[in-house]
């Protein structure tokens, strides 16, 4: 890749590691950049491989450049993070499954504080 790097720019590349804390994207043949986990989308990333998987491409936007080390931070989420959303079907899927999760653990609905501490007086009195 012959293109300069510069901090605000979009670039293509390729996811070509995950690690708990960020993916390093490939950007041409002999750099490469972090996106931080903070950088992923809005909101809490619980696991990278909800949104990412190796030899996936993406565009990211240049947020930071070491002079002196050379690294370079990445963001996904600047890019426009609900564009990533529409492509991405992983994230849907995510959201969906992790919803219906939370709907059955819940079978008792939503109730007010004061309601539930009631309820659980009465269930610690039957133990």
């Known amino acids: 890749m012959n293109e300069k790097i510069e901090v605000g720019s ?8 995950i690690q708990p804390y960020g993916a390093f994207i490939a950007i041409g043949e002999d750099r490469q950049g972090l996106i931080h986990i903070s950088e992923i989308t809005n909101g809490y990333v619980k696991d990278i491989h909800d949104y990412l998987e190796v030899g996936d491409e993406v565009s990211v936007k240049v947020i930071a450049i070491d002079e002196e080390s050379g690294k370079i931070s990445l963001s996904l989420k600047a890019v426009t993070d609900s564009d990533h ?3 991405n079907p992983r ?5 969906k499954d992790h919803l219906e999760e939370l709907l059955a653990s819940s079978s008792q609905g939503f109730n007010s504080l004061k309601e539930k501490l009631t309820e659980w007086i009465e269930e610690s009195k039957k133990e």
């Open 91 to 95: 994230h849907k899927e995510y959201n």
């Open 85 to 87: 959303n529409e492509k």
């Open 10 to 17: 979009i670039v293509k590349g390729k996811v070509s590691g």
